[in-house]
């Protein structure tokens, strides 16, 4: 309802791995995404700031699909040359200066990334970013009845938004259930449709929303890292 507020986004990577389903790597957080819009959208809900909703796509191959919304509309750095391969990107691609913001920059206050398996949400990791502590903690009181309740300051990487921390930007992952997503079902054959667990996904969905109004709505902004 407020052009000038920005936006805030919620994403996960809709591609998979060989061999399996892809299921819980990443068709689960996929699902969680549509869900979360499903639930904003029935409920009438007309935030202050717009909720984006992004899958996407080369997660798998270095992460190029956020690479190229990060190049697109947030900022540039030297590179990508042509037939750069996705792991040379994805370890040089943030260590290549200088950062120039795109005129969008400012316009993004928020991006929440799922990639962690079918496990129900826990809270959020602050990605280092501890002065953002305090507000993700209040956005996700709410849900503190359901589980969903912590502020991790530790940093994680491997995933979609990673390179909008690279650049400054407000980009953090959800804490998950680990369930058997590192032991049994990443990355493997063994990663189908009957590793999911509708319930988790549920209450994942109704967090993941509930994150998203609060953020859109909230008349403060997360700080970001220099």
Avoid: C
């Amino acid at each position: 309802t407020d052009p000038k507020a920005g936006y805030v986004m919620a994403g996960a990577h809709f591609d998979s791995w060989v061999a399996g389903d892809g299921a819980t790597d990443n068709a689960a957080g996929s699902a969680v995404v549509m869900e979360a819009a499903r639930i904003i959208r029935t409920l009438g809900i007309r935030p202050k700031r717009t909720i984006r909703f992004v899958l996407w796509t080369g997660e798998e191959q270095g992460l190029l699909g956020s690479l190229a919304y990060v190049d697109k509309y947030l900022a540039s750095r030297p590179g990508p040359t042509a037939g750069e391969d996705g792991n040379a990107l994805y370890y040089g691609w943030p260590n290549r200066y200088p950062i120039t913001p795109r005129p969008g920059f400012d316009e993004l206050k928020a991006y929440f990334n799922m990639d962690n398996g079918s496990g129900k949400l826990r809270g959020l990791y602050a990605e280092g970013n501890v002065a953002a502590v305090p507000l993700l903690t209040q956005w996700l009181a709410p849900f503190a009845s359901m589980g969903a309740g912590k502020v991790v300051a530790a940093p994680t990487s491997g995933t979609d938004h990673v390179y909008m921390q690279s650049v400054g930007a407000p980009g953090f992952q959800f804490i998950q259930d680990p369930l058997d997503y590192s032991s049994r079902t990443h990355h493997s054959s063994a990663d189908t449709f009957d590793h999911l667990k509708a319930e988790d996904l549920r209450q994942a969905s109704v967090v993941m929303a509930g994150v998203l109004v609060a953020s859109a709505n909230s008349d403060k902004t997360l700080p970001r890292f220099p």
